[in-house]
């Protein structure tokens, strides 16, 4: 059975940093893409970064470029979110998934053919 588990999330000031996790079972993580979306309260989810595989190669969306990092820990099957300074826009639930990625001129796209659950992040002002 396919388990996508995101953690890690809570409630942290402006300026702060979290690391979510998503651990994962009943795939290999080499097989496919993985990704985070998030999802803020009255919004749609969005995409929020991508990783290739097995290339290793990473994707973000432009608000999130330089603050956050996407990796990975094959060994572990565990794909990681760093979150380093957090804006209060960034409040939403954060979902892991694991699917096929497109790219097209500079941008690109996961879609996932499995969802974990969401953690919620929550900044405060």
């Known amino acids: 059975e396919v388990q996508l588990q995101a953690s890690g999330g809570g409630l942290v000031q402006a300026g702060g940093s979290l690391r979510l996790s998503c651990a994962t079972s009943g795939f290999r993580l080499v097989d496919y893409d993985i990704g985070w979306f998030r999802q803020a309260p009255g919004k749609d989810r969005e995409r929020v970064a991508c990783i290739n595989n097995p290339d290793g190669k990473e994707y973000y969306v432009e608000s999130v470029k330089g603050r956050f990092t996407i990796s990975e820990d094959i060994a572990q099957k565990t794909s990681y979110l760093t979150m380093k300074d957090l804006r209060p826009e960034d409040t939403a639930v954060y979902y892991c998934?694991?699917?096929?990625?497109?790219?097209?001129?500079?941008?690109?796209?996961?879609?996932?053919?499995?969802w974990g659950r969401g953690t919620l992040v929550t900044v405060s002002s």
């Open positions: 998934a694991a699917g096929t990625m497109s790219t097209f001129d500079s941008d690109w796209n996961l879609q996932p053919d499995y």
